[in-house]
């Protein structure tokens, strides 16, 4: 009986869920199918991804759903936001959850490898640092001998601190929390000497302090986060049109397309690579599926790289993060998109 | 003595009544309530004072943070500046600006705001659903909770907006319930039934037909096992049950598009993933224990019965789903049940959730029914056998309805405990009060920082709403125990 | 017809239809259609299972338990460093889980009993305090307890810091220091410490052995003495003294050793950043017993309450016109009737207490499941071994107290005759 009535619960559940789509094979035709990108995102990140009082999502991951999803359908709208905790993103990923994921995710081996995912590029690179009150009179991470470090748990950000007070031949005293919020009240309420996460992580909580100014940020970064989206592995041209999406908002940036200029720009650019890249001349979208406009609607949706950059998590907000590594490769900065041919 | 004597003066017998006197001061009034309740022993007294000082750290420590709050402000800064500004440097404050932009976000998460009048419909159409049920026992009980209800909706449905013609659909829909209260109760029943049909609809949308169908696919079930019944009563159930999975897998979607097409009633299609706030944690709990429920009493049963195999079937579930924490069936829920559905299935998460904390609650529903069935008096099962009613008979006509009745309390209980653990699904990132929309309200950046004031205002909802379930369970237990006396 | 005695009814022969109407042979099909359904339904779930895993490319494999965990725990039992293997970090995260149930079991049941007694007390100010507290803590989710009274916790405690300088604080007691990060509370010390124990890495001081097999011995010998006073009583009428001699037995044994090791309480001392000597108590622990405690109690204060109006006054009255003396009426007439009631239900709370102190998360504190079915899952991508073991795991803790429940019931229970 409790068989069957189980049975029972799983079949009437599953009609009204209504079968689901395969998990695998083309990402491409689902999407199309379904007119809906489902894209992975952080469930509230300042400045990354966070949901505002009338549920509309901004943030500068969000914004690569949205070029994406300008790509493939046409709307940058049509995007169904999923959160994903920590713990459950690249389940939700390899499951089919999601099309996509763009999670400030950062890009280690055994998860290209071992967890059969893909990265597709690498849309902000950061790296792990301290915040300490200033009171504390540290300079440098390399003075925080002894010290009591408030750390998000599961994180790779654990990790890193573990090995670099080990490379160091320091000592430290964790105390482990569980999600910004609770790091912020403990590092204001004194339970801890300093506070580690990603350095973007730490600009924005700085900057919401009632007085920012008696925090600093130490000069070191301990780690190397290279954070980007991901796509499940095995569908290659799903991974390329993600990846490619990408390089596009990079290489706009670089060519200055704007998106107040590409109208003008696809019409009477030059540049044999804008050229090529807004479907002026060639038709490289047809190598992956999308049509020859794909590029230049990715742009539309929220601007290039550069302007998705300032209008999120850039010096003129609140955040004020600086491009720094994440300036073009003219700049000095790492930003590199692979060349439209 | 002679009793005609009366001459002689008897001093020691009272001719009038003394007048009474006034109590002692000790006794009387204030003083003697307090002597009495407060100060009767120095272990009292001691008492006493230690409530007080409990009492006056409280209100000394929170008293100033609540007077000094903040309603309406833009963001965390602007609210520390007004505190600073009004009540000087370094005073602390509330800033209860963040429920007052974000309330809505914490009662219904994202769903879409213009159907606001749909969720706080649902819940308002609850109470005329539960009525019959939870209420049954008193005309007067049911009349107050169905115009508390009523009032409670419509303070909801102004707060948030909605349009008048649902208001006035509502108020009318509360009307004729309070008839129906009065003069056939009975009738109220079938509104029970139809409630988690019209639930569904109303709260994801979409035709109405799919959940009718749904509903018509019980009823056809119903319908070959009364036909059978005569002639293989043993074939019924059983033929029953491969009815309404014939009708669930083939007829039901295809009827349901046909009759759409004919006449589409239907509502703008919200997804699961738009539920959230209180809205997803009553969801969550009223579903869980409505399913949990049938599931419990078969539970119950099968653990009762002897045949032995049924038995530790039983007893495996139950025990294996109480012995884990909760916290780890929703793990499973979130990245364990992909795993195990056939590959492509792709579940909704909240659909999960709600099959993990049905089996999950069910595995403590069986135990408390259990207690009710063990409760009975074994005369009571002997009578049954005795009118010759066979186990179905006995357990519908006899058994149940007692052993149900007596569960009541442990049953609201049970709720109350399920309905606070919806909390825990906020740590597999849906979007319950607690943490879920409080992380991602402080992920905006003008909200980023505050702490106290969403957990008050989140914790001042929970406690009226598993307050008022623990009152009523509370005056059903007193009210069932006068009535086996 | 009529000359043959008529046999019993004879048993009519075997026919299919009587798999389902016979009521004998109906029970038997029906547990093989159970059971077959239940097999495949089981059989179901492993196969898809096995074919999504396959799919994924992934096995299932607990070898990554062997390998090197690489993060830190804030608490721990036995020794441990980010460079042991995953194995050893759930094996802290369990005592972890323990070490907070069992704390959390003895002061909730501390608070609870007491709690429960005052709400009948005749003080009307204490006793409504007392309603406040449990129904505010009986209506509210743990989640918000743990997150809120972790961060009163540190709100309202000092830094290690203002132990230090012209105004210091001063330590409470003067041997425990609350502070923002932990509870710094003094550690027993030996002189002349007789070393450890070592079993692997796992390091057990001998004193501690030596003293709990003292106190068992102790025990072993009460039980003796008591039962020969027992005996004398029932045959002379009198009752030989022996308090003395079970004074003297837990006693005796505990001074003897700490004079024959110089032991001595280790006071902790500020020093750098931090406290040093002694024991430092983490917050996230301190915190997550208190709300667990609080919590817990105040469904324990229920049951008492419930417990002591359950026993009839008619009991006590009946003790008394016995002759029996009050601390005798409620030893042998009132407590062993509360207990029964009050009993089987705590034991659930103390089931429930372990099964929340799951939630340590909130605040940080690795327990099984902020390390196993966490950081572990989490680093190792093995969600499907990881969260089935930390099951397996609370199953098997949950199973060994409801097993000493029935025990206990079976022993209490009413004889029925």
Known sequence: MKTSVFLGVVAASGLIAGAGLAAEGDTLATVKSRGELLCGVNPGLVGFASPDANGNWTGFDVALCKAVAAAVLGDPTKVKYVPLTGQTRFTGLASGEVDMLSRNSTWTFSRDTDLKLDFAGVNYYDGQGFMVPKSLGVSSAKELDGATICIQTGTTTELNLADYFKANNMSYQPVNIDSNAEGEQQYMAGACDAYTTDASGLAATRAAFANPDQHVILPEIISKEPLGPMVRHGDNNWGDIVRWTLYALIAAEEYGVTSANIEELSKSSENPEVQRMLGTTDDLGAMMGLDKEWAKRAIMAGGNYGEIFAATIGEQTPIGLARGLNAQWTQGGLMYAMPFR | MSVTDTTVPTAYVRTEMLPPRAAPMQRKGALGWLRENLFSNWFNTVLTVLGIAIIWWFVSHFWPWFAHSVWSAGSLRECREIIAATWGEGASGACFAVIRERWHQYLFGFYPRAEYWRPVMTIGLMFIALAPVLFSVSATIRRRVLAGGGLLTMILMAICGVPLWSAMLMLALFGVALLLAEYAPGRLLWFTVFYPVLGVWLLWGGSLWSPMMVLAGLAAGFVVARLLAKRAPGLAPFAAIITIAIWWAFISQPLADALAGVLPLSLLHVTSREFGGFLLAIVIGVSGITMSLPLGIVLALARRSDMPLIKTFAVMFIEFIRGVPLISLLFVASTLLNYFMPPGTNFDIILRVIIMVTIFAAAYMAEVIRGGLAALPKGQYEAADSLGLDYWQAQRLIILPQ?????????VGTFIGMFKDTTLVGLIGLYEPLKGISDFVRADFNWKGIYWEPFVFVGVIFFVICFSMSRYSMYLERRLSRENR | MNDSVPAGPTAPPFRLSMLIYDRRYRSLTFQVIVFILVMSLFWWLVS?????????????????????????????????????THLRAAVVGLLNTLLVSVLGCVAATILGVTVGVLRLSRNWLFARLMTIYVETFRNIPLLLWILIIYAILTEITPAPRAYQGEDARQLFLGLIAPTNRYTAIPAFVAERSPGMLHLGRIAIPWLAILYFACLGAAIVIRNRINARAQRIQNQTGKRPVTWWVNLALFVVPPVVIWLAFGLHLDVPELAGFNFKGGINVDN?????????????????????????????KGQTEAAYSLGLRPNRTMNLVILPQALRVIIPPLISQYLNLTKNSSLAIAVGYMDLRGTLGGTTVNQTGREMEGILLMMLVYLAISLIISGGMNLYNRRVALKER
């Open chain 3, 48 to 84: 898809n299972t096995i074919e999504n895993l396959s799919r994924l490319g992934k096995d299932i494999n607990f070898g990554f338990l062997f390998n090197r965990a690489g993060y830190d725990i804030p608490q721990q039992l036995i020794p441990y460093t980010s460079d042991d």
């Open chain 3, 284 to 312: 996230a622990l301190v915190a997550l017993w208190l709300a667990l405690t609080l919590y817990t109690a105040a469904f324990i204060a229920e049951i008492t309450r419930a417990g002591i109006l359950s026993v009839s």
């Open chain 2, 403 to 411: 052993a149900l009745k007596i569960s009541i309390p442990g049953i």
